[in-house]
């Protein structure tokens, strides 16, 4: 399929049921459920073209679906629970109508292999989406699928699109199950995905967000070429008017990658860079390989390079060992950077890790105590960084309008609203005068 990420021999693909399945396929009817980080939202969207290219069509209400597929995440262990419990409320779906099937794949698919089969006896199919292309094939053959019938049709995208640029990690931190059900690190060729990108453009897609688990580690298998040549080969494309990347790592922000962003007119003024604790010893606990003075000098010089950079980042609170005092680094470190957003966990061991086989023995109401010291600072933090947007124009790619209103983000990933004028519509981008702000989101004036 072109643009698809990877492509695996067919002797690896990850098999049906062992015996075989208890029904014959009744019809080619798939629906798409998605749980987990914007990969997973990727996967699923490769996932959907294919099955839709091999004659399938992909409904959006489970009543009229044949096969049903998880696309799960094992990142945190209560992301593993929804999966279960959505697979639960699937299993009166199935029997309700002969031929149903159910299949899993993601994260969760990858740690738990077949062992699966034997916790869920109702499931059909277990898939690798680093081969889900071997998994389309041989389902095409069970349900007869006809692709001539499809015309070659893809999945139709809305304004933004996610695109993995590279698979898996070789970061190994040691809180983090990525590299063990994602494998090490895989970049795909500039050029497949330049592919995408202009068949995303013709579609309608005017932002695309570059992921990986590492995104920023990214390397052309042929030339070597760094993220920031790519980021100039997407912005090229025509109709592409907003180009944006996640996850960072902070030992991978170079000067190239800054001057990127500071000069390619449609890369965004974004930086997402997790430093997860503040405390060193955490840190090298954790296997980040760099200090908190490390992390701040990145910022820092990140923000000297960019004017109006925004910055959002993740932490994890309760890692095994974390004392009172080396939270309160973490929250002073909060206070000091003064970041757009925070994303905040509780630590949640995950199989195979080496953070695993550590006591877990920072308590559950300990920990949420400590999320929502985070959240309350930060809140009140981001609604001071807000309030610096305060009687400024900025420029808004609209993203919705009901009736008198618009809404739509600006190119540093802050949520706006305001009075739509006439004539204003989705994907067109307008600029606004901030009148307001919240913690939240900007809203203001559009003006013509």
Known sequence: ??????????????????????????????????????????????????????????????????????????????????????????????????????????????????????RLPDLDYRFDMREYEAFIRDLAGEYETDPAQTGGAVLLHGLTAYIPVIFGCNEVCSFCIVPFVRGTERSRPMEDVLEDVRRFSAQGVREVTLLGQTVNSYRDPSNGARLSALLAGVERVPGIWRVRFLTSHPRHVH????????????????????????????????????????????????????????????VIVGYPGETEDQFQLTLALLEEIQFDVVHIQGFSPRPRTTAARQPDDVSSPEKKRRINILLGAQRRIAEEANRRWLSRTVEVLVERVDGTQLSGRTRQNKVVHGEAPLGAEVGTVRAVRVESASAWQLRGSVLS
Request: proline share 6%.
């Open 1 to 118: 399929m072109p643009g698809a990420p990877l492509h695996f021999e067919p002797h690896a693909f990850s098999r049906p049921r062992p015996n075989g399945r208890k029904r014959a396929p009744s019809g080619q009817r798939f629906h798409l459920w998605v749980s987990g980080c914007q990969m997973n939202e990727s996967d699923a969207d490769y996932l959907a073209q294919g099955m839709t290219a091999a004659g399938f069509t992909q409904v959006p209400d489970l009543d009229g679906a044949d096969l049903a597929i998880l696309v799960t995440c094992s990142v945190r262990q209560n992301a593993e629970q929804k999966a279960y419990g959505r697979f639960r409320e699937l299993r009166g779906w199935k029997r309700e109508r002969p031929g149903r099937a159910i299949a899993i794949t993601g994260c969760m698919a990858n740690k738990e292999k077949d062992r699966l089969y034997e």
């Open 255 to 314: 000067d190239d990658l800054l001057t990127a962003i500071r000069d390619l007119p449609r890369v965004c003024e974004h930086l997402h860079l997790p430093f997860q604790s503040a405390d060193d010893l955490i840190l090298k606990q954790m296997r980040r390989r760099y200090t908190r003075d490390e992390y701040r000098g990145i910022i820092q010089h990140a923000r000297d390079v960019i004017p109006d950079l925004s910055v959002s980042t993740d």
